[in-house]
T-cell receptor
Framework: AQKITQTQPGMFVQEKEAVTLDCTYDTSDPSYGLFWYKQPSSGEMIFLIYQGSYDQQNATEGRYSLNFQKARKSANLVISASQLGDSAMYFCAMREGLTNTGNQFYFGTGTSLTVIP | GAVVSQHPSRVICKSGTSVKIECRSLDFQATTMFWYRQFPKQSLMLMATSNEGSKATYEQGVEKDKFLINHASLTLSTLTVTSAHPEDSSFYIC????????????FGPGTRLTVT
C-alpha cells in the first residue's frame, strides 16, 4: 500500500482565494511526522509545515495550515490568500519512528498548483 | 536555519564517464544523509541512505555498483554515478538529518545531470 497518497495531480486556484491540497497517509507506527514541501521549477525543496502525530492542534505557518484528521489519516494543506508565487509542485511526506535519524521520508506523487491571476 | 549544499548544480557528461555529486551540511553535523532521484513531473524516489562511517543502505532496484555513495565525514556525502548512460539523466537531490533534531530533514538544491 502507498504510504502517502495525493490524489490531485493538478489544481488551479484564483489569486487571493484559498486552496486545499489533499494528502492521506498509511502507517501503523504511533509516532510519525507529516510534512509539506513546495518545489518550484528551480527544483529546490522548500519546507512549508510540519505536524507531529501527537500534536493536539493543527499546525499553522503564516498562510499555510495543515488540516490534520488523525482518525481519517489525512493531512491536507490549506493555502490561504493564494499568490502567483505559490504556483509550484507540492509534496506531502511522512516520516515514521521520529527518534531515529535514519528513518526515511515517504513522499506522495505531488500536486501541481497553478495560481491564476 | 540549517543549510545543505550540493555541487555541482548542473552537469553534462558524455556516456561512459563518471560523475561525482557532493552534498554538504554547511552549519550542522549530519549523521544521516539521503539521496533521492527525481524524474520530470514525478515524485522523489529514495535511492539510498548514507550513514557516516558505514556503508550506505540502498533501496531495492538501485545498483550499488553504479551509484557509489561515500559518507566520509559528518558534513559530506558524495554520490558517484559510474559509467553514466543517458537513462541516468535525472535530478538528484540529497537531504540531511541534524543530530538532536531528528524530525527535520534539510534538502540540498539538487543537481541536474544530463548524460549525452
Amino acid at each position: 500500500a502507498q504510504k502517502i497518497t495525493q490524489t490531485q495531480p493538478g489544481m488551479f486556484v484564483q489569486e487571493k482565494e484559498a486552496v486545499t491540497l489533499d494528502c492521506t497517509y498509511d502507517t501503523s507506527d504511533p509516532s510519525y511526522g507529516l510534512f509539506w514541501y513546495k518545489q518550484p521549477s528551480s527544483g529546490e525543496m522548500i519546507f512549508l509545515i510540519y505536524q507531529g502525530s501527537y500534536d493536539q492542534q493543527n499546525a499553522t505557518e503564516g498562510r499555510y495550515s495543515l488540516n490534520f484528521q488523525k482518525a481519517r489519516k489525512s493531512a491536507n494543506l490549506v493555502i490561504s490568500a493564494s499568490q502567483l508565487g505559490d504556483s509550484a509542485m507540492y509534496f506531502c511526506a511522512m516520516r515514521e519512528g521520529l527518534t531515529n535519524t535514519g528513518n526515511q521520508f515517504y513522499f506522495g506523487t505531488g500536486t501541481s498548483l497553478t495560481v491564476i491571476p | 536555519g540549517a543549510v545543505v549544499s550540493q555541487h555541482p548544480s548542473r552537469v553534462i557528461c558524455k556516456s561512459g564517464t563518471s560523475v561525482k555529486i557532493e552534498c554538504r551540511s554547511l552549519d550542522f553535523q549530519a549523521t544521516t544523509m539521503f539521496w533521492y532521484r527525481q524524474f520530470p513531473k514525478q515524485s522523489l524516489m529514495l535511492m539510498a541512505t548514507s550513514n557516516e562511517g558505514s556503508k550506505a543502505t540502498y533501496e531495492q532496484g538501485v545498483e550499488k555498483d553504479k551509484f557509489l555513495i561515500n559518507h566520509a565525514s559528518l558534513t559530506l556525502s558524495t554520490l558517484t554515478v559510474t559509467s553514466a548512460h543517458p537513462e541516468d539523466s535525472s535530478f538528484y537531490i540529497c537531504s540531511a538529518s541534524r543530530q538532536g533534531k531528528q524530525i527535520e530533514q534539510y534538502f540540498g538544491p539538487g543537481t541536474r545531470l544530463t548524460v549525452t
